[in-house]
């Protein structure tokens, strides 16, 4: 099918069109129909493709594209869209037409794209990247390096307002994540939105392939949460809230991994730095002013209150003690390390039903069964804390009951 005369009538239209001359009903009428012919003659047709591509047709509807958003107005509306939708179509299975369009739209023209926080034209632009980046990704390094601290943390600050968010899932998993500076540049210029984002792809992506460097700085920016954790309310304590929840939710899957990953973890501080804020945050629990992370009363919650999903740290402590059991699982000098750190007394602390913690009980289990399997120095603290604890007991406080020590066991017995 020989297309070449809707090609250049469509070439006249574009060259004759710009946001200088006056905009009316029966321009932006032309510019449509031009733009969905083309738009239609792209699908499927690597031939058609080719041919609009080499009548340099992508350099004109991009200068168009430019020149309505850098001076937005509704108006223009329509016609991105169709610019973007033609611009997807010509670059579907079709390596050239990439890497012409890579070069044409990014940083400047996506990231215009992606601030009009429109789902469907951030969809669309999305769409592009990706198929973009199967033909350019040796050039991904270079590009990050230079233009990224823009372009990136929009495209995935936009991943909870599109309908389809499979084609920003894939340019993370698939290739941001195998940059090294990526996690850097989406924590140093990301929003807080964005930061959580990338973690719930990185959560539900964690595989044996995972990086080593993405395990790495994960363990780190831990540590620096933990750095950053008030015991007092405020919108930023609430931000930080939630994103120290999601990285914690990710160690926790990674360090349940057994291979690579757990051991990996395992190598560093991550274990002393989870039970020191666990250590912080029971603490801040028995205090009256506790904050966010200190919500940890054995209580129902009243009638009418927040319900637990709303709770940004639902499930904290859960976490923290499901890590120290998962870093100790078959690992000897992580048992004997958590002994030191004063971990196990911690865990053991944790043994009752806690309404914003669900599962704890659970978990504190699994991790004592952990620290002390094939342990005999950490299987007598455990013991230790038993007597100590017996001891306290309320039903020991009643007139008539004494305490019989008979080791190994201990029984409360009557006197008289």
């Given amino acids: 099918m020989d297309i070449s005369l809707q090609i250049e009538e469509a070439k006249l239209i574009l060259e004759n069109s710009d946001t200088k001359s006056a905009w009316s009903e029966e321009?932006?009428?032309d510019l449509l129909v031009c733009l969905r012919t083309l738009r239609g003659l792209c699908v499927n047709s690597k031939s058609n493709q080719d041919q609009i591509r080499d009548h340099h047709i992508p350099q004109l509807v991009t200068r168009l594209l430019k020149q309505w958003l850098e001076d937005w107005n509704q108006k223009y509306y329509k016609?991105?869209?169709?610019?973007t939708q033609f611009l997807g179509n010509l670059v579907a299975s079709n390596s050239k037409s990439q890497i012409v369009v890579w070069n044409l739209i990014c940083p400047d023209i996506v990231?215009?794209?992606?601030?009009?926080?429109?789902?469907?034209?951030?969809?669309?632009?999305?769409?592009?990247?990706?198929?973009?980046?199967?033909?350019?990704?040796?050039?991904?390094?270079?590009?990050?390096?230079?233009?990224?601290?823009?372009f990136l943390p929009l495209l995935c600050?936009?991943?909870?307002?599109?309908?389809?968010?499979?084609?920003?899932?894939?340019?993370?998993?698939?290739?941001?994540?195998?940059?090294?500076t990526f996690l850097p540049i989406i924590f140093t210029y990301?929003?807080?939105?964005?930061?959580?984002?990338?973690?719930d792809v990185l959560i539900h992506s964690l595989d044996?392939?995972?990086?080593?460097?993405?395990?790495?700085?994960?363990?780190?920016?831990?540590?620096?949460?933990?750095?950053?954790?008030?015991?007092?309310?405020s919108p930023e304590t609430l931000d930080n809230a939630v994103l120290t929840v999601k990285v914690l939710e990710f160690l926790c899957v990674a360090s349940s991994r057994d291979g690579h990953d757990r051991k990996f973890l395992?190598?560093?501080?991550?274990?002393?730095?989870?039970?020191?804020?666990?250590?912080?945050?029971?603490a801040a629990g028995?205090?009256?002013?506790?904050?966010?992370?200190?919500?940890?009363?054995?209580?129902?919650?009243p009638v009418g209150s927040v319900e637990l999903s709303d709770n940004p740290v639902a499930g904290f402590k859960s976490s923290l003690i499901r890590v120290i059991g998962n870093l100790c699982y078959r690992c000897p000098e992580n048992q004997t390390k958590v002994r030191e750190l004063g971990g196990i007394g911690l865990v053991l602390e944790h043994f009752n039903l806690d309404d914003n913690n669900p599962f704890i009980q659970q978990w504190s289990v699994l991790a004592i069964r952990n620290i002390c399997e094939g342990n005999v120095e950490n299987q007598e603290v455990v013991t230790a804390y038993e007597r100590l604890t017996a001891a306290e007991s309320p039903i020991l406080q009643r007139p008539g009951v004494a305490l019989e020590l008979k080791p190994p066991s201990v029984n409360p017995e009557p006197y008289t």
């Fill in 208 to 233: 044996e392939e995972t990086p080593d460097h993405v395990l790495d700085f994960m363990t780190k920016q831990f540590q620096v949460q933990s750095d950053l954790i008030a015991l007092s309310e």
């Fill in 27 to 29: 321009k932006e009428n």
């Fill in 190 to 199: 990301g929003s807080s939105n964005c930061r959580c984002n990338v973690l």
């Fill in 157 to 180: 600050d936009s991943l909870t307002i599109v309908k389809d968010q499979d084609w920003i899932i894939l340019c993370i998993s698939e290739h941001f994540l195998s940059i090294e």
């Fill in 266 to 282: 395992a190598d560093g501080n991550l274990l002393s730095t989870v039970v020191g804020v666990l250590r912080k945050v029971t």
């Fill in 286 to 301: 028995k205090s009256e002013t506790s904050g966010e992370f200190g919500l940890s009363q054995i209580r129902s919650p």
């Fill in 111 to 150: 990231s215009h794209l992606l601030k009009l926080r429109d789902p469907k034209i951030c969809e669309i632009s999305s769409m592009i990247v990706y198929n973009c980046l199967q033909s350019c990704e040796t050039s991904l390094p270079c590009f990050i390096d230079n233009f990224s601290d823009s």
């Fill in 79 to 83: 016609c991105v869209v169709c610019a």
